[in-house]
Nanobody, 124 residues
Framework: QVQLVESGGGSVQAGGSLRLSCVASGYTYCTHIMAWYRQAPGIGKEREFVASIDMGGGTIYADSVKGRFTIDQDNVKTTVYLQMNSLKPEDTAMYYC????????????????WGQGTQVTVGS
């Protein structure tokens, strides 16, 4: 069973930094992409993409975090990090780790999985 466990959230003042971690387990070495999403508080707020990284180290960022956030992963590709610098109040959200596993017949079941989330609060 695939599991994702996030950590590193907290409360900081604007301009501060946080580093989120997500440890993935329960799957064999399958091709995958790991990503961070966030959902701001309030009615009607949808979960939005923040950043992703593939197994080759290729990264994609939302325009709102480019130049401030950096996504990276460990050498065995089971832990992904999100370094968040120059935080703004509008970065306040629940941050979710996501993994999208490629299905390979006889080897990898494939699928998309989510962590439980870690709260980030940025004061003005």
């Amino acid at each position: 069973q695939v599991q994702l466990v996030e950590s590193g959230g907290g409360s900081v003042q604007a301009g501060g930094s946080l580093r989120l971690s997500c440890v993935a387990s329960g799957y064999t070495y399958c091709t995958h992409i790991m990503a961070w999403y966030r959902q701001a508080p309030g009615i009607g707020k949808e979960r939005e993409f923040v950043a992703s990284i593939d197994m080759g180290g290729g990264t994609i960022y939302a325009d709102s975090v480019k130049g401030r956030f950096t996504i990276d992963q460990d050498n065995v590709k089971t832990t992904v990090y999100l370094q968040m610098n120059s935080l703004k109040p509008e970065d306040t959200a629940m941050y979710y780790c996501n993994i999208d596993i490629e299905k390979i017949l006889g080897h990898c079941d494939g699928g998309t999985y989510w962590g439980q989330g870690t709260q980030v609060t940025v004061g003005s």
